[in-house]
């Protein structure tokens, strides 16, 4: 699949779908976890324990040194060409919706409005034990004050909305029906190993893009193209042939 070929096929398009993953937002400066530089390779947080539910539950300190680094530099981060060039699709109405297995809100921050985050975010939290529910700025506070947030009112556990290994997705119904309507649908950074999210190509009936550095875990079949690139180098050129 070339530029030119991707390019056409957007500007033939009205209903694309965008599955991203990780790997959008490691020029934004934050690491993916199966890349070269990723955390399953550098180890600087440990993946399995850090965002597994029954590790959190059962020592929620790793998780939390993990929340302290990545809320500390997150709103500082630009996000990257793609996110961009994906919230400018989303603008020219060629662009159904962006789902997501990222936390950043990159691309809320570039201008995507239509943005299913499979994998649930920061932007809320909530207690364990009694469900209260406390926002980003809240958790922010008790981030910074205490080691492992706390319940104002029962002392229970605080968990962020962002969802580990061993819980349920969100918004994949919604995924799903839009996937299996799409008529073109871009994979952009994923390795496409992590369910359910992994199974959304599965359900296109449409020319499927992947466009990702290095293995993915889909299987070619015809009305597959897969292109081993840097994103922002691979869709700078797709845009520089969509023009403005
Ligand atoms: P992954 O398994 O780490 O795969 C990322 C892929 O992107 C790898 O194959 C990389 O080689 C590739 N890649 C990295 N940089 C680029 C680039 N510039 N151009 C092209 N390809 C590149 O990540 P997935 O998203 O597939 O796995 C899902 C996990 C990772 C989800 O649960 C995410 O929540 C989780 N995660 C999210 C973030 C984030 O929010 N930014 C960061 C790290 C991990």
Redesign the pocket.
Known sequence: MTPVRCAEMLMGSGNVVALT???I???AG??????PH?LYVTRQYDPETVFDIGAFVADPAPFYEFTRDFLGVVDDLEPTFSHRFLASLEEAGILRCTVT????FLHQRAGSQSVISV?GDYWTSRCLDCNVGLSLDELKLKVDAEPVPRCDSCGGLIKPDVVFFGEAVKGMDRAAAAVAEADMLLVL??????YPAASLPGLARCPVVV????EVGLQPAPNRFFVDA???AFLGEVAEIMGP
């Open positions: 993953g990780a790997g937002s490691t020029a934050i690491p993916d976890f199966r890349g990723g297995q990222n936390i950043d994998h950074g994923s390795s496409l190993t992590v466009v990702n550095r290095g840097d994103l922002d």
